[in-house]
Each structure stands twice: as structure tokens, then as C-alpha cells.
């Protein structure tokens, strides 16, 4: 694997490589001395629309690792600025970036490119969800995975895919009456067939101006009634909060601080895994 641009193009031995670097890494990320050896030499470059936390995960993934890390932001060319790094001779360049065409132009070169999130693919935040998981629930074998919202749907095709291959299932609920939300894998629009028995549900978010009664989703869309149809201690991704009779409360197996571990614990996997390729 020399680079990282979707998770469509990995098998399961690949991913499941992925996910076992991720959680020895994010050892280093929970111990007090975050210090490893395997990035000396190594300098990262970063492109993105403004300061997040997805960039300040890699620039942490490669201070972990004793890398250089070089973030570059608001630009408006992002292939130009890609190219720069390049050919002032990054070793590896991550990317965030809406236009998918850029990736496979920047792939052709000697750096490895990953994408950290376009329009289509989201392949590290997929895998923080699949870590989050895999750790959560012991595995990633036989699960039913719920995705809600509308937000961030460039991951329900890798999501799809990935959980497939470990012969689990991800379902997808969307309101009947959304008709904008271009429908991806298994989608079902009745809320409570669709939390009946899930193992793990994600909250994708929402777009602008959509009701989160609606889509049981953000902004404490989820109410205890329904996730108390899931599994008992379901984990929940992308929020923090349910609905309990008026008010919004804190769920207890809310996976979102979680998961920003897993993120950067994955950022550091990609970065050493390609490194070595």
C-alpha cells in the first residue's frame, strides 16, 4: 500500500493490519512518555481549508512518532500547494480536499498521499469508527451497525464495505421524506426497526437546516427509547447526548471522546504503514 485514498481499494488483511499498528500506537498516545522512533527523518505535510481537530490529529500523529510535521491552510488551489510539498520533498502529504480528481493526480508521485476526508471519501475517519468498534465490541465480526444523519455521507460507502468484509452489516436510516440524501447501501426509514437490535449506532451529523426529531441524529436527536431498542451498552459515535423525557443528557456509552483517540491512534498506523512501504 504506498498510498491511502479510499478504503475501497484495501482487503481485510489490509485493514485489520491497520487497525492492530492503530491499537499498539494508541499506547503511546495514553502513556505519559509520547515519544516513538519510527518517523525520525520523516516530514509530513498537511492541506486544509482552516485548523481542525482531524489537522491537529496528524500534526500530533507525527510528533508521537518524532516527525516533522508542515500544515499549510485556506488555500485555494489545494493541488498546487500538493505539488509544492512534493517537490520540496515531503515524505508523505495529507490532504482534505472536496475535489477527488486531486488524489489520483497526486498519487502518480514518489510521496505517499492520503485523503483526510473529500467529497466522496472519508478512509481515517472511517477507520477511527472501525477502531472505536473493534476495541468497544471486541471485534468487528457479525455486527449491525446503524448510521443516522445526513452530514457526513462520504463515509457510508467505506463504512458499507468495510463492515462487510467482517461479515457485519451497516444500515442506514433516513427519514421518507429527505428526497435531497443520495440513497447508499441498505437504508431504512423506520426508526425504530432501524435501532431494533443494532450493536453500534453512528451519527453522522446533520446538514444545515435539517430537524434532528427528524433524523435522530445531532443535537440530541436520539432518544432513550430508541437506543434502549439496541444492544445493552450501545455504543454511540459522533454524539454525546440523548434525549431523556424534555431533556438533553449525557448517554453514558457515548464512544465520541473515544473515537478522537482512535483518530489520532490511526493517523499514526497510516503514516508508519506507508512510511514503510
Not at 463515509?155 to 463492515?163: A, I, Q, R
Amino acid at each position: 500500500m504506498k498510498d491511502l485514498l479510499n478504503l475501497m481499494q484495501l482487503n481485510r488483511n489490509e485493514i485489520q493490519h491497520i487497525l492492530e499498528v492503530a491499537t499498539q500506537m494508541r499506547r503511546i498516545v495514553l502513556s505519559d512518555y509520547k515519544k516513538g522512533p519510527q518517523l525520525i527523518g520523516h516530514v509530513v505535510g498537511g492541506v486544509w481549508k482552516k485548523p481542525c481537530v482531524q489537522s491537529a490529529a496528524f500534526q500530533l500523529a507525527a510528533a508521537y512518532l518524532s516527525g516533522t510535521y508542515v500544515p499549510v491552510y485556506a488555500t485555494e488551489d489545494e493541488y498546487a500547494i500538493c505539488q509544492s510539498l512534493l517537490n520540496m520533498g515531503v515524505n508523505t502529504v495529507a490532504v482534505s480536499c472536496d475535489n477527488d480528481n486531486i488524489f489520483n493526480g497526486l498519487a502518480r508521485g514518489k510521496a505517499a498521499v492520503i485523503n483526510c476526508g473529500s467529497r466522496q471519501y472519508d478512509p481515517i475517519g472511517v477507520l477511527a469508527d472501525l477502531m472505536t468498534l473493534y476495541v468497544k465490541l471486541d471485534g468487528l465480526n457479525n455486527l449491525n451497525v446503524l448510521g443516522v444523519g445526513n452530514l457526513h455521507v462520504n463515509k457510508v460507502n467505506e463504512l458499507s464495505y468495510c463492515l462487510q468484509m467482517f461479515g457485519s452489516s451497516f444500515i442506514w436510516y433516513l427519514p421518507c421524506d429527505d428526497v435531497a440524501t443520495i440513497r447508499r447501501g441498505i437504508v431504512m426509514d423506520n426508526p425504530h426497526g432501524a435501532f431494533s437490535g443494532a450493536d453500534a449506532v453512528i451519527d453522522l451529523g446533520l446538514t444545515s437546516f435539517s430537524e434532528a426529531e427528524k433524523y435522530y441524529g445531532s443535537s440530541g436527536g436520539i432518544t432513550k427509547k430508541l437506543i434502549d431498542l439496541a444492544r445493552i451498552n450501545c455504543p454511540l459515535l459522533g454524539s454525546k447526548n440523548i434525549v431523556e423525557g424534555a431533556l438533553l443528557k449525557p448517554y453514558e456509552y457515548s464512544a465520541a471522546d473515544f473515537r478522537e483517540s482512535c483518530y489520532v491512534a490511526v493517523a499514526m498506523a497510516v503514516l508508519y504503514v506507508l512510511g514503510r512501504n
